[in-house]
C-alpha cells in the first residue's frame, strides 16, 4: 500500500507521474517577530522599501524572460508588479512599524492580514481567490526581508512540483519543459496555478492538505482526474495508474482531434459551445480547444488590486483587442460584478454585514452610475472592432434593466455626437442567477435581446447553501428539481418571446448535465476553454429525441438522488467513455432525498 494519499482541488485534468521536487516550502512559519526600537524604526522602514523595490527589480527581469508557452500570463506578473509599485500595502506595513515599532516582516504580515479580512467578507469566490496575489507578493518581500533564497533552476530533471503556493514568475524560473504536474496547499479553482497549468497541459491540484509529509524525491502519483496525490505507490497502484494514465491521453487526443468541428446532435440540432475567460491572453485557449467564441468575459480583473479605477481608454484597448481577436465569433462582455467592498478607497466603506446580497455588480454600478458610464463606452467601443453583446449581472426586477439601458442610451448618445464608431444594435441581455429573475422571465424577456443563466450563484441562492462551506457542501446539487425546473422555466420564457438563452457556470461542463440541457433547447453553452473538446464530443455522439425523453423522466422525478440515477443510467449507456474520466456524481457518497 502506499505511504499515504493525499487530496485537494483539481484544477487541472491529467495523471502525472514522478519525483517530488518542492520549490518553496513555507517560510513564513519561521517570520520573524521583533520589536524595534525607536531609534531603528527609520532604517527598518529602508529596509521594507529596500525589499519591495528588489523584488520589483527581479519580476521585471522575469517578465522580460517569459517562455512562448507562458506568453499569455505574463499580464499575471504584471499585476504582482503593480502591487508592488502600490503604496497602499508598504505604507499600511510602514505604518505598523512607526505606531508599534514591529519589525518589517511582521508589520507586512498585518498589513496583509486586514486586506484579508476585507477579501474575507466577499461572497463571490473568483475575487476572493484574487487574495492569493496580495499574499504571494508579500511573502516575496518577507523573505526579502528574512534573506532566504530558493535555486529554482536546480531540477536535474522532469519532476512534480510540490509548493506552499506558486506564482507566474515561479513557473518562469522552473523552466516549463521541467514540469510534469503541480500540487500546491494555496489556491482555488480559479487560481494562477490551474490557469498556467491549463495553458501547459499538465495536471494540477491545489488545496492540497498534509503537503508536509511529502518529501523531495518521493515517488508521488498526481491524479488531476479525482483529486487524489499518492505518495510512493506500490507496484500494483503504479501499474493501474500508469494503465489510466494513457487511457486518458487517447481519450484527451480523441476528442481534440474534432473539437474543430461544430457541436451538432445525431438529428441535426446545432449547440453553440462557448468559454468562460477573464483574461484577453485566454483567447489562444478558446481557439485551441475549438470554442465559437466567449460566452461570459468577466470585466473584474481590470478593478482588481489597484488604488485608481481604470480610465475608458485602458478598457477599450483591452475590449477593442478582444473583440478583434476573436471576430466574427461572438464576445459577450458582462458589465462589472463588484461591490464597494472592493472600492473602499474610492468610494468609501459601507461595513455591510451581508456583501453578497448587498450592494454589488448591477446594484453598485446603478448608484455610481459614471464609472458604470466609463465602462459602457468602452464596450461600446469594441462593439465596432467585432461581434460584442454586452449583459447586466444579478438582475433582480425590471426596473433595474430599463435604468441600465437607460444609461446605455447616454453612453451611445455621448459617443455618437463624439463621433466615435460603435455598433448601435449591439445585443443586450440580463444574467438570470437569482430566483426573483427566473420568477419574471417572462417579463424581463420583452426587455433584452438574450438570457445568459449563471448556474452557479443560481443554485447557491435558489438552495439556499454555501458550496464553499464544508458542512453543507454536500446539499449543492446542480440537478436538484428546483434547479432543474428553474432552467426550465427561463428557457420556455427566452424561446416564448423570441430570444436566445444561454447557460454557463459549473452544469455546462459537466457531462451529466449537458443531455438534460440538450432536452431544454438550451442555445448556447459557456465554460472553462478546457473543457470544451470533451462537451463537444458528447453533443456530438447524442440525439435530442433522447434528451428530451431524458429531461421529461427527469422533470418527474421529486428528489435529487432519483435524478442522478436517471442520469447515471444514461450516460452508461450512451457514453461509457466519460464515465471513466468524470465522476461528478459517482463520488457524492451523502446525496439528500
Given at each position: 500500500?502506499a505511504?499515504?494519499t493525499?487530496t485537494?482541488?483539481?484544477?487541472?485534468?491529467?495523471?502525472?507521474?514522478?519525483?517530488?521536487f518542492?520549490v518553496n516550502?513555507n517560510?513564513?512559519?519561521?517570520?520573524?517577530r521583533q520589536?524595534?526600537?525607536?531609534e531603528?524604526?527609520?532604517?527598518?522602514?529602508e529596509?521594507?522599501?529596500?525589499?519591495?523595490?528588489?523584488?520589483?527589480?527581479?519580476?521585471?527581469?522575469?517578465?522580460?524572460q517569459?517562455?512562448?508557452?507562458l506568453?499569455s500570463h505574463?499580464?499575471?506578473?504584471?499585476?504582482?508588479l503593480?502591487?508592488l509599485?502600490?503604496?497602499?500595502?508598504?505604507?499600511?506595513?510602514e505604518?505598523y512599524?512607526?505606531?508599534?515599532?514591529?519589525?518589517a516582516?511582521?508589520a507586512l504580515?498585518?498589513?496583509?492580514?486586514?486586506?484579508?479580512?476585507?477579501?474575507e467578507?466577499?461572497k463571490?469566490?473568483?475575487?476572493?481567490e484574487?487574495m492569493?496575489d496580495v499574499?504571494?507578493?508579500?511573502e516575496?518581500v518577507?523573505?526579502?526581508?528574512?534573506?532566504v533564497?530558493?535555486?529554482?533552476?536546480?531540477?536535474?530533471?522532469?519532476a512534480?512540483?510540490?509548493?506552499h503556493?506558486?506564482?507566474?514568475?515561479?513557473t518562469?524560473e522552473?523552466?516549463?519543459?521541467?514540469?510534469m504536474a503541480?500540487?500546491?496547499?494555496?489556491?482555488?479553482?480559479?487560481s494562477?496555478?490551474?490557469?498556467?497549468a491549463?495553458?501547459?497541459?499538465?495536471?494540477?491540484?491545489?488545496?492540497?492538505?498534509?503537503?508536509?509529509?511529502v518529501h523531495?524525491g518521493?515517488?508521488?502519483?498526481?491524479d488531476?482526474l479525482?483529486?487524489?496525490i499518492v505518495v510512493?505507490?506500490t507496484e500494483a497502484?503504479?501499474a493501474?495508474y500508469?494503465?489510466?494514465?494513457?487511457l486518458?491521453?487517447?481519450y484527451?487526443?480523441?476528442?481534440?482531434?474534432h473539437?474543430?468541428?461544430?457541436?451538432?446532435?445525431?438529428?441535426?440540432?446545432?449547440?453553440?459551445v462557448?468559454a468562460?475567460?477573464?483574461?484577453?491572453?485566454?483567447?489562444?485557449?478558446?481557439?485551441d480547444?475549438?470554442?465559437?467564441?466567449?460566452g461570459?468575459?468577466?470585466t473584474e480583473y481590470?478593478?482588481?488590486n489597484?488604488?485608481?479605477?481604470?480610465?475608458?481608454d485602458?478598457?477599450a484597448?483591452?475590449?477593442?483587442?478582444l473583440?478583434?481577436?476573436?471576430?466574427p465569433?461572438?464576445?459577450?462582455?458582462?458589465t462589472?460584478?463588484?461591490?464597494?467592498?472592493?472600492?473602499?478607497s474610492t468610494?468609501?466603506?459601507?461595513n455591510?454585514?451581508n456583501p453578497a446580497?448587498?450592494?454589488?455588480?448591477?446594484?453598485?454600478?446603478?448608484?455610481y452610475p459614471q464609472l458604470f458610464?466609463?465602462?459602457?463606452r468602452?464596450?461600446?467601443?469594441?462593439?465596432?472592432?467585432?461581434?460584442?453583446s454586452?449583459?447586466f449581472?444579478m438582475i433582480?426586477?425590471?426596473k433595474?434593466?430599463?435604468q441600465a439601458k437607460?444609461?446605455?442610451?447616454?453612453?451611445?448618445?455621448?459617443?455618437?455626437?463624439e463621433?466615435?464608431?460603435?455598433?448601435?444594435?449591439?445585443?443586450?441581455?440580463?444574467?438570470i442567477?437569482?430566483p426573483a429573475a427566473?420568477?419574471?422571465?417572462e417579463?424581463l424577456?420583452?426587455?433584452v435581446?438574450?438570457?445568459?443563466i449563471g448556474?452557479?450563484?443560481?443554485?447557491?441562492?435558489?438552495?439556499?447553501?454555501?458550496r464553499?462551506?464544508?458542512h453543507?457542501?454536500?446539499?449543492y446539487?446542480?440537478?436538484?428539481p428546483?434547479?432543474?425546473?428553474?432552467?426550465?422555466?427561463?428557457?420556455?420564457?427566452?424561446?416564448?418571446?423570441g430570444?436566445?438563452v444561454?447557460?454557463?457556470?459549473?452544469?455546462a461542463?459537466?457531462?451529466?448535465?449537458v443531455?438534460?440541457l440538450?432536452?431544454?433547447?438550451?442555445d448556447?453553452i459557456?465554460?472553462t476553454?478546457?473543457?470544451i473538446p470533451?462537451i463537444?464530443?458528447i453533443?456530438?455522439?447524442?440525439?435530442?429525441?433522447d434528451?428530451r425523453?431524458l429531461?421529461?423522466?427527469?422533470?418527474e422525478?421529486r428528489?435529487?438522488?432519483?435524478?442522478?440515477?436517471?442520469v447515471m443510467?444514461?450516460?452508461f449507456?450512451?457514453?461509457?467513455?466519460?464515465?471513466?474520466?468524470?465522476?461528478?456524481?459517482?463520488?457524492?457518497?451523502?446525496?439528500p432525498s
Amino acid at each position: 500500500m502506499a505511504d499515504s494519499t493525499l487530496t485537494g482541488i483539481p484544477v487541472a485534468t491529467g495523471i502525472a507521474i514522478g519525483k517530488a521536487f518542492f520549490v518553496n516550502r513555507n517560510h513564513m512559519a519561521n517570520l520573524p517577530r521583533q520589536i524595534v526600537a525607536a531609534e531603528d524604526m527609520p532604517e527598518e522602514i529602508e529596509r521594507l522599501h529596500a525589499a519591495f523595490k528588489s523584488v520589483e527589480t527581479e519580476l521585471a527581469a522575469i517578465r522580460e524572460q517569459v517562455p512562448e508557452e507562458l506568453k499569455s500570463h505574463g499580464s499575471l506578473i504584471d499585476t504582482h508588479l503593480m502591487m508592488l509599485k502600490d503604496p497602499k500595502l508598504s505604507g499600511s506595513a510602514e505604518k505598523y512599524i512607526e505606531t508599534l515599532g514591529l519589525n518589517a516582516a511582521w508589520a507586512l504580515e498585518k498589513a496583509v492580514a486586514d486586506q484579508e479580512a476585507a477579501f474575507e467578507a466577499i461572497k463571490d469566490q473568483y475575487i476572493r481567490e484574487r487574495m492569493q496575489d496580495v499574499r504571494v507578493v508579500a511573502e516575496k518581500v518577507q523573505t526579502k526581508l528574512m534573506g532566504v533564497k530558493t535555486d529554482l533552476s536546480s531540477i536535474s530533471g522532469r519532476a512534480i512540483i510540490m509548493a506552499h503556493d506558486l506564482t507566474p514568475a515561479d513557473t518562469v524560473e522552473l523552466q516549463v519543459d521541467k514540469i510534469m504536474a503541480f500540487a500546491t496547499v494555496r489556491g482555488g479553482k480559479t487560481s494562477h496555478t490551474g490557469i498556467m497549468a491549463r495553458s501547459l497541459g499538465i495536471p494540477a491540484l491545489v488545496g492540497v492538505g498534509r503537503l508536509e509529509e511529502v518529501h523531495d524525491g518521493d515517488l508521488v502519483v498526481i491524479d488531476g482526474l479525482t483529486g487524489k496525490i499518492v505518495v510512493n505507490p506500490t507496484e500494483a497502484e503504479l501499474a493501474e495508474y500508469n494503465e489510466r494514465a494513457a487511457l486518458f491521453e487517447d481519450y484527451t487526443r480523441k476528442i481534440r482531434r474534432h473539437c474543430h468541428l461544430p457541436a451538432e446532435t445525431f438529428d441535426g440540432s446545432r449547440v453553440m459551445v462557448q468559454a468562460n475567460i477573464e483574461l484577453v491572453e485566454e483567447v489562444t485557449a478558446v481557439l485551441d480547444n475549438g470554442g465559437e467564441g466567449v460566452g461570459l468575459y468577466r470585466t473584474e480583473y481590470a478593478y482588481l488590486n489597484r488604488t485608481t479605477l481604470p480610465t475608458e481608454d485602458e478598457l477599450a484597448e483591452k475590449y477593442i483587442d478582444l473583440a478583434a481577436i476573436m471576430s466574427p465569433r461572438k464576445v459577450v462582455f458582462r458589465t462589472l460584478d463588484l461591490g464597494s467592498d472592493k472600492f473602499i478607497s474610492t468610494f468609501g466603506e459601507l461595513n455591510e454585514t451581508n456583501p453578497a446580497m448587498g450592494l454589488r455588480a448591477i446594484r453598485f454600478c446603478l448608484k455610481y452610475p459614471q464609472l458604470f458610464k466609463t465602462q459602457l463606452r468602452a464596450i461600446l467601443r469594441a462593439s465596432a472592432y467585432g461581434n460584442v453583446s454586452m449583459m447586466f449581472p444579478m438582475i433582480s426586477g425590471v426596473k433595474e434593466v430599463r435604468q441600465a439601458k437607460a444609461w446605455l442610451a447616454q453612453a451611445k448618445a455621448e459617443l455618437r455626437r463624439e463621433g466615435v464608431d460603435y455598433d448601435p444594435d449591439m445585443p443586450i441581455g440580463t444574467m438570470i442567477e437569482l430566483p426573483a429573475a427566473v420568477m419574471i422571465a417572462e417579463f424581463l424577456a420583452h426587455e433584452v435581446d438574450f438570457f445568459s443563466i449563471g448556474t452557479n450563484d443560481l443554485i447557491q441562492y435558489s438552495i439556499g447553501v454555501d458550496r464553499t462551506n464544508r458542512h453543507v457542501s454536500y446539499l449543492y446539487q446542480p440537478l436538484h428539481p428546483a434547479t432543474l425546473r428553474a432552467i426550465k422555466l427561463v428557457v420556455d420564457a427566452a424561446h416564448q418571446a423570441g430570444i436566445e438563452v444561454s447557460l454557463c457556470g459549473e452544469v455546462a461542463s459537466d457531462p451529466f448535465c449537458v443531455p438534460i440541457l440538450l432536452g431544454m433547447g438550451i442555445d448556447s453553452i459557456s465554460m472553462t476553454p478546457q473543457a470544451i473538446p470533451g462537451i463537444k464530443r458528447i453533443i456530438r455522439q447524442t440525439n435530442m429525441h433522447d434528451c428530451r425523453l431524458l429531461l421529461k423522466d427527469v422533470l418527474e422525478c421529486r428528489t435529487v438522488s432519483r435524478i442522478n440515477n436517471l442520469v447515471m443510467d444514461n450516460i452508461f449507456k450512451h457514453f461509457p467513455e466519460e464515465v471513466t474520466f468524470f465522476s461528478s456524481l459517482l463520488e457524492n457518497d451523502e446525496l439528500p432525498s
